[in-house]
C-alpha cells in the first residue's frame, strides 16, 4: 500500500459521519401519522359523585327553631311610655317638696322667736289688759299666722304616748296623774311642717305613780 491510500484511510477513520438531518425528518413524520391513525384508548370514567348529602334528622333534644323574631316595637315603645310617666311624676313630686320644704331653714329660726314670745306671755298672764302685752300677743299672733300660711302647725304633745319620732325626751319623772309613758311637761313645743317633722319637742316623760 502506498502513502496515498494510508493517508485516505487515516482521515475516513478520523473524521466521523454525521447523520443526515434530510433523513431524520420522514423519520417524524411517520410516527405522528401512526399516532393519529391508533386508536384512541378508552380511560374508564369514575362513578358520578352523589351531590345530595345525606339528610341529617335532628336529635330528640334539638327542636328546629324558626326564623330570629325582631324586637317587640310596640312593647319597648310602652316601657319606655311607662318610665316616662314615671320620671315625669318623680320630678314633680320633688319639685312640690322643694317648694313646700325650701323655708325649713327660715321657719326653724322663727320658731325660737316665737318660743321666747310665748314664754313672755305665760308669765304675763295677769297683765292681760296692758297695752304693751296686747302689743306682744299680736306679734305672737301674727307670726302664728305666718307660719301656718307656709305649712307649719304646732305638735300637741302634753298627755299623749311617747314618740321617739316627734318627741326628745329629757328626764323621766314620777307622775300620779299622769300614766307611765306619757308626756306630762312640754319644754319645747314640735312643730310639723306641711306633715313632717319639723322640729322635735322637748318633753318630760312620766314614769308613773311613785312607789313606796
Do not use: C, I
Amino acid at each position: 500500500m502506498n502513502e496515498e491510500e494510508k493517508t485516505e484511510s487515516t482521515e475516513a477513520a478520523e473524521t466521523p459521519e454525521t447523520p443526515e438531518t434530510g433523513s431524520a425528518e420522514p423519520e417524524a413524520s411517520q410516527a405522528d401519522a401512526a399516532e393519529a391513525e391508533a386508536p384512541e384508548s378508552e380511560v374508564p370514567e369514575a362513578p358520578a359523585a352523589d351531590t345530595e348529602a345525606p339528610s341529617e334528622e335532628p336529635s330528640s333534644g334539638q327542636q328546629d327553631e324558626g326564623p330570629a323574631a325582631g324586637p317587640d316595637w310596640k312593647e319597648m315603645y310602652a316601657r319606655m311610655r311607662a318610665d316616662y310617666d314615671n320620671f315625669r311624676k318623680r320630678t314633680e313630686r320633688d319639685r312640690d317638696d322643694l317648694a313646700k320644704f325650701a323655708a325649713a331653714d327660715v321657719l326653724k329660726g322663727v320658731l325660737s322667736t316665737v318660743d321666747d314670745l310665748a314664754r313672755a306671755l305665760d308669765g304675763a298672764k295677769d297683765k292681760k289688759d296692758d297695752p304693751f302685752v296686747s302689743g306682744v300677743q299680736l306679734v305672737y299672733d301674727g307670726l302664728l299666722k305666718t307660719l301656718a300660711d307656709h305649712g307649719a302647725t304646732p305638735l300637741d304633745s302634753m298627755g299623749e304616748p311617747f314618740d321617739a319620732n316627734y318627741h326628745e325626751a329629757l328626764a323621766t319623772l314620777p307622775s300620779p296623774d299622769v300614766p307611765e309613758g306619757n308626756v306630762m311637761t312640754e319644754v319645747k313645743r314640735g312643730w310639723l311642717l306641711n306633715g313632717k317633722l319639723l322640729r322635735a319637742a322637748q318633753v318630760v316623760v312620766s314614769a308613773g305613780a311613785a312607789k313606796e
